[in-house]
């Protein structure tokens, strides 16, 4: 092949993606996708909400579960403060070690294993504390908090959907209109 046909094809070939990327992005601004919901919508299963956001569904208590409910679950916090800073701590190192002049990858390998262990170590100890503080409440107040977590939690939802509704219309209603049928087999 000559050098001129290899330029026209590489031109070409440049022309093509450029196009094909226009239409895609055009069509996708415009809504002509169907509407995927967003990731926190996509899970499977129902999950409560973290601790910390049940702390604060523990208004619907009364008063006194609700002081021994917090009690209990702040009780386990000191050991996750600790861990938070020694995770702040590692983090910082980490960093350092990122941006020296030589790259240590062993070293860096080891600091990221110590980030990891101590978020596992973490989330194990708030796990126990949210269900040492839920054992102080009776099966009728569990149903009453996750109530009032899953309330919120659809509050939160419609107004996530509310403002990607803002930033880009409503989601189409059948999907892309203008696309063909799909092959049939024979």
Not at 77 to 102: I, N, W
Request: no cysteine; glycine share 4%; charged share 35%.
């Amino acid at each position: 092949m000559g050098r001129g046909l290899i330029i026209a094809l590489l031109v070409l070939s440049v022309a093509l993606n450029v196009y094909i990327l226009g239409v895609h992005s055009g069509r996708l601004l415009h809504g002509a996708f169907p509407h995927k919901p967003p990731h926190h919508e996509q899970t499977r299963f129902a999950e409560p909400e973290s601790p910390f956001r049940m702390l604060r569904h523990a208004e619907e208590l009364s008063p006194d579960s609700r002081d021994k409910f917090r009690d209990a679950l702040r009780a386990g916090l000191p050991k996750v403060r600790e861990d938070h800073q020694e995770k702040r701590r590692l983090r910082k190192e980490l960093g350092e070690l990122l941006s020296a002049d030589q790259l240590d990858r062993q070293a860096i390998e080891a600091k990221m294993s110590e980030i990891q262990a101590l978020e596992t170590n973490q989330r194990e100890l708030l796990n126990k504390a949210f269900l040492d503080a839920l054992e102080t409440l009776s099966a009728d107040e569990r149903r009453q908090l996750l109530k009032a977590s899953d309330e919120r939690r659809a509050k939160r939802r419609e107004r996530f959907k509310k403002r990607m509704e803002d930033r880009r219309g409503p989601p189409p209603d059948d999907g892309p209109v203008d696309m063909p049928p799909p092959p049939e087999d024979e």
